[in-house]
């Protein structure tokens, strides 16, 4: 065990800070008297820490008074107009990038469809995106807290690195640099599904809990866990990348230096890949033979026999996986979402209903509640955590 670190002063006015936003996000509009008594934190510190905050524009005067028999107290609020961030989710098939606030509500959104770019191709899309976002952000006349952008695979949050993401070709590409450099705005570069995850617990499914699982199914699969309401990252960054999950035996007779084995087999690509096979052995015809995962779930909802097979195949992986997940984790919740997961109704009963008695507990497995917006709004939240000196504190027992 690493020597355990003490808390200097700065580090305690942080956590004291963390915790008087947080409760004015939450419960507000709220009073620095109710604060000073639910925190335990002295009144003169609170009104310190509040005060800073209405000079930074997170926090602002509510223009009600509480009233309890005494002295009328001023009422304080998060104020979630006052900042904008600009978000990116970059998909394997598919760029979303949004212009938020800090309630979560979007004020302007781009999606680049099918975009089919590589390396250095991937990167222009990503700089011409960014500067229509960003045009349209200065139109506000808002402060811009920064640019937040989720890629698949690994990346090195710290560094701003994105080691490697197979569907864009990435390979230690340093994409926070580059983007800071382009445009002089404080810039994080995350794991897709680990924004997800924070979107969902701020704004999503998760918004009752501490203890989450993100399960993302995409062109690619990966999770973002949520542990004691902070991500868990893991030793290498690599904590949620699910898709390497390894679902037999005959899997360990491969190696795989690109998509994961469960990906190809349930993944949005893995199952078109499959389909083509199933269709090209059976010789049936697709009209133009666009054979996508979102083709192979319409088929099966039609009946087709060739379809259902697939999907039943495809529950069966996903459903090996997500108990491997509840085990480890023991979550308080599983969030399904990605592509795949517009197909929600056809995937989440069948897998509860394999994994129950299998394993000691079965979480709640429902489908996101905030769809392809997950990604920009953690974002948004990591965005805020990191130019506002985010903690999370918690005592062991």
């Known amino acids: 065990m690493k020597q355990i670190k003490t808390i200097t002063a700065t580090e305690m006015v942080g956590i004291n800070r963390t915790a008087i936003i947080e409760l004015i996000r939450r419960e507000g509009p709220t009073s620095r008297t109710h604060i000073a008594k ?231 690509t893995g199952i078109a890949t499959l389909a083509k096979k199933t269709l090209k052995a059976k010789k049936i015809k697709v009209k133009n033979n666009l054979i996508t995962a979102e083709y192979v779930f319409l088929a099966h909802r039609r009946g087709e026999a060739w379809a259902t097979e697939i999907i039943e195949e495809v529950i069966d992986y996903l459903t090996i996986a997500i108990a491997a997940v509840a085990t480890f984790f023991d979550p308080e919740l599983i969030i399904l979402g990605g592509g795949v997961i517009q197909s929600a109704d056809l995937l989440i009963g069948p897998i509860v209903n394999l994994i129950s008695g299998k394993i000691p507990y079965v979480p709640p497995v429902v489908a996101s509640s905030l769809g392809h917006r997950a990604a920009v709004l953690g974002a948004m939240i990591n965005l805020l955590h990191n130019v506002s000196d985010f903690y999370v504190v918690r005592k062991l027992t």
């Open 38 to 268: 639910t925190l335990h934190i002295s009144l003169p510190t609170v009104m310190r820490i509040v005060g800073k905050l209405i000079e930074e524009g997170f926090v602002r005067d509510f223009n009600k008074k509480e009233w309890s028999g005494g002295r009328r107290r001023s009422l304080i609020e998060f104020d979630k107009e006052g900042h904008i961030t600009i978000g990116l989710d970059l998909g394997g098939t598919k760029f979303y990038g949004a212009v938020t606030d800090l309630g979560g509500n979007v004020l302007f959104e781009e999606t680049v469809p099918k975009h089919r770019t590589k390396g250095e191709e991937s990167y222009t899309l990503v700089i011409d995106l960014i500067s229509r976002l960003l045009d349209q952000a200065k139109t506000t006349g808002k402060n811009i807290l920064g640019i937040g952008i989720g890629t698949p695979g690994v990346t090195f949050h710290e560094k701003g690195i994105v080691e490697w993401a197979p569907s864009l070709e990435w390979r230690d590409f340093p994409l926070g640099s580059r983007i800071k450099e382009h445009f002089s705005l404080p810039v994080i570069i995350d794991n897709d599904v680990n924004l997800s995850a924070l979107g969902e617990i701020w704004f999503g499914a998760g918004k009752d809990v501490d203890n989450l699982v993100c399960i993302y199914i995409g062109t690619g699969i990966g999770a973002g866990v949520v542990i004691d309401g902070a991500l868990y990252r893991g030793a290498h960054q690599m904590a949620g990348e699910i898709g390497y999950l390894l679902p037999g035996r005959e899997y360990l007779k491969k190696e795989y230096h690109s998509f994961g084995a469960l990906e190809l087999l349930a993944a949005g």
